[in-house]
T-cell receptor, first 109, second 116 residues
Framework: GQNIDQPTEMTATEGAIVQINCTYQ??????LFWYQQHAGEAPTFLSY??LDGLEEKGRFSSFLSRSKGYSYLLLKELQMKDSASYLC??????????WGAGTKLIIKP | GAVVSQHPSWVICKSGTSVKIECRSL??????MFWYRQFPKQSLMLMAT?????????EQGVEKDKFLINHASLTLSTLTVTSAHPEDSSFYIC????????????FGPGTRLTVL
């Protein structure tokens, strides 16, 4: 079956760095997405990786290793507004998006 | 660019009534639109994929006669929840993808449905 695993919840301190991991097992691979979702709102796009390596975009970076079925989202200089759920999603061989359950990130002052 | 709107943003209805939710791509043509449902503290669950001008493809376990999807134009898809029941109360989110791009889906703001 298809499966995406990410931690349920993480806590970090304002100003610090946090890494949210995602491992996946899917039938085929056509890219991995990270989305941010605040409570009661729809997801917003953060990053897309289809090749191995690190993609940096401001305070957020995303890494992919296709051979390991692994990705992480790195958030630097954490701000209170970064408190949200972070969803990992993989596009399979049929270009269907398979969603992880999300990681709830709690930022403490 | 790449804005998707949804209407209404929230709705409360009585059990047994039908509710229509609209999803519009405002500044691009969406050949494919997706409808998701999200229950509290759970991830997104894909309900159906709709391509303009053709019948929607429903995920396993989603009743197509209960959740009617119409994608009549490249900028509009509608989801009608027929004979809604309290267990249909959820956060319904649509997303849109323009043709030829395998990258990001653009999400609407969601519609919160409460069935009394």
């Amino acid at each position: 079956g298809q499966n995406i695993d990410q931690p349920t919840e993480m806590t970090a301190t304002e100003g610090a760095i946090v890494q949210i991991n995602c491992t996946y097992q899917t039938s085929g691979f056509n890219g991995l997405f990270w989305y941010q979702q605040h409570a009661g709102e729809a997801p917003t796009f953060l990053s897309y990786n289809v090749l191995d390596g690190l993609e940096e975009k401001g305070r957020f970076s995303s890494f992919l290793s296709r051979s390991k079925g692994y990705s992480y989202l790195l958030l630097k200089e954490l701000q209170m507004k970064d408190s949200a759920s972070y969803l990992c999603a993989v596009t399979d061989s049929n270009y269907q998006l398979i969603w992880g359950a999300g990681t709830k990130l709690i930022i403490k002052p | 660019g790449a804005v998707v709107s949804q209407h209404p943003s929230w709705v409360i209805c009585k059990s047994g009534t039908s509710v229509k939710i609209e999803c519009r791509s405002l500044d691009f043509q969406a050949t494919t639109m997706f409808w998701y449902r999200q229950f509290p503290k759970q991830s997104l669950m894909l309900m159906a994929t709709s391509n303009e001008g053709s019948k929607a493809t429903y995920e396993q376990g989603v009743e197509k006669d209960k959740f009617l999807i119409n994608h009549a134009s490249l900028t509009l898809s509608t989801l009608t929840v027929t004979s809604a029941h309290p267990e249909d109360s959820s956060f319904y989110i649509c997303s849109a993808r323009s043709g030829g791009r395998m990258e990001e889906q653009f999400f609407g703001p969601g519609t919160r449905l409460t069935v009394l």
